[in-house]
């Protein structure tokens, strides 16, 4: 008896010892395994599974529970915050209309737990995406969030293009306070939009557009973001648009980075060039940036009418200053505060109205393009056009210009443009030096050939050089009409040498 019982309990422990040597030989040796390659978890799984073999023969069977074998698939399905818009059905392929499919999966991104950090009234998303998959997505009509008050979203990754049918007006991307009436229909926007409430001032903060090409199909607009706080839209490619390709209204500090745009996909030297219109950027508010980004095409490169915008590293080439192009237009009379640095205007310049605090600098200015400095009211107050580049074609074009056609600038205080080295154009300044020598007793310098205000000279500094015996009294006599004159007490043989400048203080 006690033989057999030895046995059994030998058979026992050969059939665990068999198990658990095919459980670590499929686990070194599994088929989606590298060989001599171990998990932590999965080994200490496999011991439990053989430990509970053990045990069965001596205990009743216990089921596993369900809370331990589901618990990690259902966290698993709740951190996933990505949502691909081919799961809901749409076309990568870009053959059928899949507007409601990527709304749909916008819709589901946008009702995920809210934590703090964003502005009051605004919902944190967390950082939910909406992945277009690489694929290439026709929409018949603008992608909107379904209501406001979110925050912290990110759609990336495809391709959009506008139908046929797309509302001339629109835009493929719109971030605006109207989405939930315009998301109702046939997309489940009516009862999300329901849920979410906004008690902010603003629309949206901190959505990211990024890594999209947009095919507007001459049918209105790229991207619109209205009232919104700190979006960015990062390397992206803006074509065939007829409005704008960006348009920023309201809000703050809207970014646009490493991306390009233009209405025709061209590398310069179109034929149908006079034909551009339409406006790649336009800022109709404060504190956004432009950076690295290339404008290849438009009727206007950057429209600004915002306040302490800066556009940084741009290379316009869109339509060209000769064909009626502009490269930036700053339209905002009296209260410019903008800064352009370290860009390139390719053939189309910069115009400004009644500039009030502006700042141009190392920028490069090709092809006879030039800087047009607007009289609305007769304001140009706080500018500064310093330590830039122009080279042109020796047309006799002048690097900064003065339209007076509406009325004369009349208020003009602290404008220095000065430090700038020009080839092939006439350099113009605020600051200018000349000099004259001969024999007599007067001396007159003209400058109006440099400065760029006319009948405008605040403060002149001179020398006089004599080589006569007798040394004359000297005084500055006029300094009308951008002449300066010096007058001496005798006939001289002299050089005068002249220093003047158009600054004016407050």
Same mark, same amino acid.
């Given at each position: 008896?006690?033989?057999?019982?030895?046995?059994?309990?030998? !058979?026992?422990?050969?059939?665990?010892?068999?198990?658990?040597?095919?459980?670590?030989?499929?686990?070194?040796?599994?088929?989606?395994?590298?060989?001599?390659?171990?998990?932590?978890?999965?080994? &200490?799984?496999?011991?439990?599974?053989?430990?509970?073999?053990?045990?069965?023969?001596?205990?009743?069977?216990?089921?596993?529970?369900?809370?331990?074998?589901?618990?990690?698939?259902?966290?698993?399905?709740?951190?996933?915050?990505?949502? %691909?818009?081919? $799961?809901?059905?749409?076309?990568?392929?870009?053959?059928?209309?899949?507007?409601?499919?990527?709304?749909?999966?916008?819709?589901?991104?946008?009702?995920?737990?809210?934590?703090?950090?964003?502005?009051?009234?605004?919902?944190?998303?967390?950082?939910?995406?909406?992945?277009?998959?690489?694929? /290439?997505?026709?929409?018949?009509?603008?992608?909107?969030?379904?209501?406001?008050?979110?925050?912290?979203?990110?759609?990336?990754?495809?391709?959009?293009?506008?139908?046929?049918?797309?509302?001339?007006?629109?835009?493929?991307?719109?971030?605006?306070? $109207?989405?939930?009436?315009?998301?109702?229909?046939?997309?489940?926007?009516?009862?999300?939009?329901?849920?979410?409430?906004?008690?902010?001032?603003?629309?949206?903060?901190?959505?990211?557009?990024?890594? !999209?090409?947009?095919?507007?199909?001459?049918?209105?607009?790229?991207?619109?973001?209205?009232?919104?706080?700190?979006?960015?839209?990062?390397?992206?490619?803006?074509?065939?648009?007829?409005?704008?390709?960006?348009?920023?209204?309201?809000?703050?500090?809207?970014?646009?980075?490493?991306?390009?745009?233009?209405? &025709?996909?061209?590398?310069?030297?179109?034929?149908?060039?006079?034909?551009?219109?339409?406006?790649?950027?336009?800022?109709?508010?404060?504190? /956004?940036?432009?950076?690295?980004?290339?404008?290849?095409?438009?009727?206007?490169?950057?429209?600004?009418?915002?306040?302490?915008?800066?556009?940084?590293?741009? &290379?316009?080439?869109?339509?060209?200053?000769?064909?009626? +192009?502009?490269?930036?237009?700053?339209?905002?009379?009296?209260?410019?505060?903008?800064?352009?640095? /370290?860009?390139?205007?390719?053939?189309?310049?910069?115009?400004?109205?009644?500039?009030?605090?502006?700042?141009?600098?190392?920028?490069?200015? !090709?092809?006879?393009?030039?800087?047009?400095?607007?009289?609305?009211?007769?304001?140009?107050?706080?500018?500064?056009?310093?330590?830039?580049?122009?080279?042109?074609?020796?047309? +006799?074009?002048?690097?900064?210009?003065?339209?007076?056609?509406?009325?004369?600038?009349?208020?003009?205080?602290?404008?220095?443009?000065?430090?700038?080295?020009?080839? +092939?154009?006439?350099?113009?300044?605020?600051?200018?030096?000349?000099?004259?020598?001969?024999?007599? /007793?007067?001396?007159?310098?003209?400058?109006?050939?440099?400065?760029?205000?006319?009948?405008?000279?605040? %403060?002149?500094?001179?020398?006089?050089?004599?080589?006569?015996?007798?040394?004359?009294?000297?005084?500055?006599?006029?300094?009308?009409?951008?002449?300066?004159?010096?007058?001496?007490?005798?006939?001289?043989?002299? $050089?005068?040498?002249?220093?003047?400048?158009?600054?004016?203080?407050?």
């Amino acid at each position: 008896m006690e033989e057999a019982k030895m046995a059994r309990k030998a !058979l026992i422990w050969s059939m665990v010892m068999g198990l658990a040597l095919s459980f670590i030989a499929n686990h070194v040796y599994g088929e989606h395994s590298l060989v001599g390659q171990f998990s932590g978890s999965h080994y &200490h799984d496999q011991i439990r599974k053989m430990q509970a073999f053990k045990d069965s023969f001596t205990q009743p069977s216990i089921a596993p529970s369900p809370s331990y074998t589901q618990q990690p698939q259902q966290q698993a399905a709740f951190s996933a915050r990505v949502y %691909h818009v081919t $799961s809901y059905g749409a076309d990568p392929t870009g053959r059928r209309d899949s507007t409601e499919a990527v709304l749909r999966a916008i819709s589901d991104a946008v009702q995920g737990s809210s934590e703090g950090l964003l502005m009051e009234g605004i919902k944190n998303l967390g950082g939910a995406q909406v992945n277009l998959d690489g694929g /290439n997505y026709l929409i018949s009509r603008p992608l909107r969030l379904p209501a406001t008050g979110l925050g912290n979203l990110m759609i990336h990754g495809g391709t959009l293009r506008a139908s046929d049918d797309f509302a001339t007006d629109g835009y493929l991307i719109d971030l605006s306070a $109207s989405s939930t009436s315009n998301n109702n229909e046939g997309n489940g926007g009516s009862s999300v939009g329901a849920q979410l409430s906004s008690s902010s001032s603003y629309n949206y903060e901190y959505i990211t557009l990024k890594d !999209l090409m947009l095919d507007s199909n001459y049918k209105g607009g790229g991207i619109a973001v209205r009232n919104s706080l700190r979006t960015s839209i990062d390397n992206c490619y803006i074509a065939h648009f007829t409005s704008n390709g960006i348009l920023v209204q309201g809000g703050h500090e809207t970014y646009i980075r490493n991306s390009f745009l233009g209405q &025709h996909i061209t590398a310069g030297g179109d034929h149908g060039e006079k034909m551009f219109s339409g406006t790649a950027i336009s800022l109709m508010g404060n504190d /956004n940036a432009v950076t690295d980004v290339v404008i290849f095409s438009a009727a206007i490169g950057i429209l600004v009418s915002g306040q302490a915008n800066i556009i940084s590293g741009v &290379h316009c080439y869109n339509k060209a200053t000769g064909f009626g +192009g502009t490269g930036i237009y700053l339209q905002l009379p009296g209260l410019t505060q903008t800064r352009i640095v /370290n860009s390139y205007l390719d053939y189309t310049g910069i115009v400004a109205e009644d500039p009030v605090q502006l700042h141009i600098s190392n920028t490069f200015f !090709l092809g006879d393009a030039y800087i047009v400095l607007k009289s609305i009211n007769g304001v140009a107050n706080g500018i500064n056009i310093v330590d830039n580049m122009f080279c042109g074609s020796d047309k +006799g074009v002048d690097t900064v210009q003065l339209d007076q056609s509406k009325r004369p600038f009349k208020d003009i205080k602290q404008v220095v443009i000065d430090r700038n080295n020009v080839k +092939g154009m006439n350099i113009k300044a605020t600051v200018a030096r000349g000099s004259v020598n001969g024999v007599g /007793n007067s001396w007159v310098v003209d400058f109006n050939r440099v400065l760029v205000f006319p009948n405008l000279i605040s %403060h002149v500094q001179y020398s006089l050089s004599s080589t006569s015996s007798q040394f004359p009294n000297h005084a500055l006599r006029n300094v009308s009409n951008n002449r300066v004159q010096i007058q001496t007490s005798l006939n001289v043989s002299a $050089s005068v040498f002249v220093t003047v400048d158009q600054w004016v203080a407050n």
